[in-house]
């Protein structure tokens, strides 16, 4: 009987890891569809990319007061996770408070001391981020992308940080209570310097009442963290975890530089070229034209383009930033993030289903992403440069253009017509290169 608690911390934890794990491998599976990167250039920047970017959060505190609140959190929300390790081992063994016995006295204190004040700066930023989300209501927590799931997923993630740090403040208070009556078991240890202001709550509960306290809160806080882990799958938080594989895969040429493919460069070269012999053996070191020039679906992206996906915070700050958003485009580069996350997780249900993916007459174009959404982005970068966590949203932008290009021929007429120009007169603008300087026999 006494084991009982063990057994089912023990299942509990094994279920909440399974299927976390299960999850994961979906995840991975599913960026694996896209087309391989070769990520082995650069280590050493890449490395300080993500120790800098991702766990320095250097491009968060460009905006200091959302920065420093999500630093808060972002650091709180780690640090007190250190607290989970000592709270398994307890679960697993029985124990109580088992990292007291074995760390010095002094440094366990002080350890449960930072766990408390971080977990009350937890609370106080989130308490403000749900504030400017729903009272002020910022304009990039309103757009149109951000209704229904988008929009609550936002609020539940807030509640579940605020419920867990108050479960946790809740367990320490119970547990003073509970050391300072000297009932067994409740190994005196700690320093409380925030849950302390909770424990007069507490005075004249029974001893019994006070272990139903401690015992609820601590098993709803373990319990909670394992549903936090879980819900990670179905949320924007995934970025907790995939921000440093993002960044780490993240782009290391100059910003601004496109991709150009050989081979379309080739041909242009030839094109421009009044000497070129178009009946010529193509070149030894040639690259082969791809099968499918830019991309449609997800599975035509690049697997850092997917893994940028599954990354997204829906943060806006690169719909913000954006030139053709701000001037009522229907462009937002997070929706073209949101939808290549949405259509990579239709493509995912129909492999699960189908054991391999059976066409379903869909795809990222037209069914999610509008060639007038894509044909409205100006390649300022802007949004490149402010997203927090190193994600493009212009490279899919650019990729899916390519495609109606070069696939579909479905350029806008302006864009058709400079390209004849090019093609004909060899500069955007309809003049034969002969009159090129006639503007000088004006003068
Ligand atoms: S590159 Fe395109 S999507 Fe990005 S901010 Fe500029 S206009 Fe908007
Ligand atoms: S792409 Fe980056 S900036 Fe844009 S919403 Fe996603 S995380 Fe935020």
Same mark, same amino acid.
């Given at each position: 009987?006494?084991?009982?608690?063990?057994?089912?911390?023990?299942?509990?934890?094994? !279920?909440?890891?399974?299927y976390?794990?299960?999850n994961?491998?979906?995840?991975?599976?599913?960026?694996?569809?896209?087309?391989?990167?070769?990520?082995?250039?650069?280590?050493?920047?890449?490395?300080?990319?993500?120790f800098?970017?991702?766990?320095?959060?250097s491009?968060?505190?460009?905006?200091?007061?959302?920065?420093?609140?999500h630093i808060?959190?972002?650091?709180?929300?780690?640090?007190?996770?250190?607290?989970?390790?000592? $709270?398994i081992?307890?679960?697993?063994?029985?124990?109580?408070?088992?990292?007291?016995?074995?760390?010095?006295?002094?440094?366990?204190n002080?350890?449960?001391?930072?766990?408390?004040?971080?977990?009350?700066?937890?609370?106080?930023?989130?308490?403000?981020?749900?504030?400017?989300?729903n009272?002020q209501?910022?304009?990039?927590?309103?757009?149109?992308?951000?209704?229904?799931?988008?929009?609550?997923?936002?609020?539940i993630?807030?509640?579940?940080?605020m419920?867990?740090?108050?479960?946790f403040?809740?367990?320490?208070?119970?547990?003073?209570?509970?050391?300072?009556?000297?009932?067994?078991?409740?190994v005196?240890?700690?320093? =409380? /310097? $925030?849950?302390?202001?909770?424990?007069?709550?507490?005075d004249?509960?029974?001893?019994?009442?006070?272990?139903?306290? +401690?015992?609820?809160?601590?098993?709803?806080?373990?319990?909670?963290?394992?549903?936090?882990?879980?819900?990670?799958?179905?949320?924007?938080?995934?970025?907790?975890?995939?921000?440093?594989?993002?960044?780490?895969?993240?782009?290391?040429?100059?910003?601004?530089?496109f991709?150009?493919?050989?081979?379309?460069?080739?041909?242009?070269?030839?094109?421009?070229? /009044?000497?070129?012999?178009?009946?010529?053996?193509?070149? +030894?070191?040639?690259?082969?034209? /791809?099968?499918?020039?830019?991309?449609?679906?997800?599975?035509?992206?690049?697997?850092?383009?997917?893994?940028?996906?599954?990354?997204?915070?829906?943060?806006?700050? *690169?719909?913000?930033?954006c030139?053709?958003?701000?001037?009522?485009?229907?462009?937002?580069?997070?929706?073209?993030?949101?939808?290549?996350?949405?259509?990579? +997780?239709?493509?995912g249900?129909?492999?699960?289903?189908?054991?391999? =993916?059976?066409?379903?007459d869909?795809?990222?174009?037209?069914?999610?992403?509008?060639?007038?959404?894509?044909? !409205?982005?100006t390649?300022?970068?802007?949004?490149? +440069?402010? *997203?927090?966590?190193?994600i493009?949203?212009?490279?899919?932008?650019?990729?899916?253009?390519?495609?109606?290009?070069?696939?579909?021929s !479905?350029?806008?007429?302006?864009?058709?017509?400079?390209?004849?120009?090019i093609?004909?007169?060899?500069?955007?603008? /309809?003049?034969?290169?002969?009159?090129?300087?006639?503007?000088?026999?004006?003068?």
């Amino acid at each position: 009987m006494q084991y009982i608690p063990n057994i089912l911390f023990i299942i509990a934890l094994a !279920a909440g890891i399974g299927y976390f794990t299960f999850n994961i491998r979906k995840i991975i599976r599913n960026i694996k569809l896209g087309q391989k990167v070769d990520a082995s250039d650069h280590k050493s920047q890449r490395w300080s990319n993500v120790f800098r970017i991702a766990l320095g959060q250097s491009k968060m505190v460009v905006r200091p007061i959302p920065g420093l609140l999500h630093i808060f959190v972002y650091v709180g929300f780690v640090i007190i996770n250190i607290e989970v390790l000592e $709270i398994i081992i307890d679960g697993i063994f029985g124990t109580h408070r088992v990292l007291s016995t074995v760390l010095p006295t002094g440094l366990y204190n002080f350890l449960i001391a930072s766990f408390e004040i971080l977990a009350f700066l937890v609370l106080v930023g989130v308490i403000l981020f749900w504030t400017r989300r729903n009272i002020q209501k910022l304009k990039r927590f309103w757009a149109r992308e951000m209704k229904g799931w988008p929009k609550n997923d936002g609020n539940i993630i807030l509640y579940f940080e605020m419920v867990l740090m108050i479960l946790f403040l809740t367990m320490n208070a119970a547990d003073q209570s509970l050391q300072s009556l000297g009932v067994a078991h409740y190994v005196e240890a700690g320093s =409380f /310097p $925030i849950s302390q202001f909770i424990v007069p709550f507490f005075d004249g509960l029974s001893e019994g009442t006070l272990m139903v306290i +401690e015992r609820s809160a601590w098993w709803l806080h373990i319990l909670g963290i394992l549903a936090f882990l879980n819900y990670l799958y179905f949320s924007k938080h995934l970025h907790i975890l995939l921000a440093f594989p993002n960044v780490y895969f993240g782009r290391v040429v100059p910003q601004g530089k496109f991709k150009n493919l050989a081979s379309v460069t080739a041909e242009v070269k030839m094109m421009m070229d /009044p000497d070129a012999d178009p009946f010529a053996a193509p070149d +030894e070191d040639a690259t082969e034209a /791809p099968a499918k020039f830019g991309a449609s679906d997800v599975m035509d992206l690049s697997t850092t383009q997917l893994l940028g996906a599954y990354t997204c915070t829906e943060c806006g700050r *690169c719909t913000s930033v954006c030139p053709a958003n701000m001037t009522g485009k229907l462009l937002s580069p997070r929706k073209i993030m949101m939808d290549t996350r949405d259509r990579l +997780e239709e493509v995912g249900r129909n492999i699960d289903k189908n054991g391999e =993916f059976k066409p379903d007459d869909k795809q990222l174009l037209n069914d999610y992403i509008l060639p007038e959404e894509l044909w !409205a982005c100006t390649t300022c970068n802007a949004c490149v +440069e402010a *997203c927090p966590v190193s994600i493009e949203p212009m490279s899919i932008i650019m990729d899916m253009r390519q495609y109606l290009v070069m696939e579909q021929s !479905a350029a806008p007429q302006e864009l058709n017509t400079a390209m004849t120009n090019i093609e004909n007169n060899g500069a955007p603008w /309809p003049y034969n290169q002969q009159d090129r300087l006639n503007w000088m026999d004006e003068n």
